[in-house]
Nanobody, 124 residues
Framework: QLRLVESGGGLVQAGGSLRLSCAAS????????MGWFRQVPGKDREFVAA????????YYADSVKGRFTISRDNAKTTAYLQMNSLKPEDTAVYYC?????????????????WGQGTQVTVSS
């Protein structure tokens, strides 16, 4: 079992920044691929970014590329999502997820564990 806890969400003005953290506890964190997804009420969950456990490789949705950066600190068993130049359309609940295969993925169903989410609200 792997437990994931997100933090760092909040209210920010457009153009501002937030850094989300995803603290993992349980099994060996370093072997998991990690992803960030977001969801707005009434809409499907949307891929944001992912990072593999080795190298590591990173992947981004087009809507956040150049503004968001995913990273991980295996020693701290924590993944991060640095969000800059935030826009009102980035408002959502953000979830982190862990992928047992270690690759990271744009597809939510490939993840084995999920956090409870943290709310990000960007005001215009």
């Amino acid at each position: 079992q792997l437990r994931l806890v997100e933090s760092g969400g909040g209210l920010v003005q457009a153009g501002g920044s937030l850094r989300l953290s995803c603290a993992a506890s349980g099994q060996s964190f370093r072997k998991y691929g990690m992803g960030w997804f977001r969801q707005v009420p009434g809409k499907d969950r949307e891929f944001v970014a992912a990072i593999s456990w080795s190298d590591p490789d990173t992947y981004y949705a087009d809507s956040v590329k150049g503004r968001f950066t995913i990273s991980r600190d295996n020693a701290k068993t924590t993944a991060y999502l640095q969000m800059n130049s935030l826009k009102p359309e980035d408002t959502a609940v953000y979830y982190c997820a862990a992928d047992l295969e270690g690759k990271g993925s744009r597809i939510g169903s490939r993840y084995d564990y999920w956090g409870q989410g943290t709310q990000v609200t960007v005001s215009s």
